[in-house]
């Protein structure tokens, strides 16, 4: 099992970045798919997630109206399109897979990426 994020960067505040993450090695397209995020100091945070099928899509309040979670079952791929970007979002994120799909606790993860760096300069 794979799952590889990229598109991370340092961006002004204002902003904008779209994370990918690219799986392999499971059964994509029957996994919930969410972005999480721990900034230095921090706790793994939840931020963004998609159901199986793209029918639903789940928010954190930080970051809702401005990041949008998609995902192509076909090129078994999940986007984070990051808008409005603020230095508080400065933070590793981080790809992950769940069967269930229901619960977007840090622990109710199956499989996890590696993260990549998104810093939002002021």
């Known amino acids: 099992v794979q799952l590889v994020e990229s598109g991370g960067g340092l961006v002004q505040a204002g902003g904008s970045l779209r994370l990918s993450c690219a799986a392999s090695?499971?059964?994509?397209?029957?996994?919930?798919m969410g972005w999480f995020r721990q900034a230095p100091g921090k706790e793994r945070e939840f931020a963004a997630g998609?159901?199986?099928?793209?029918?639903?899509?789940y928010y954190a309040d930080s970051v809702k109206g401005r990041f949008t979670i998609s995902r192509d079952n076909v090129k078994k791929m999940v986007y984070l399109q990051m808008n409005s970007l603020k230095p508080e979002d400065t933070a590793v994120y981080y790809c992950?897979?769940?069967?269930?799909?229901?619960?977007?606790?840090?622990?109710?993860?199956?499989?996890w990426g590696q993260g990549t760096q998104v810093t939002v300069s002021s």
């Open positions: 998609i159901s199986w099928n793209g029918g639903n899509t």
């Open positions: 090695g499971f059964t994509f397209s029957i996994y919930a």
């Open positions: 992950a897979a769940d069967y269930v799909g229901t619960n977007w606790d840090v622990g109710a993860m199956d499989y």
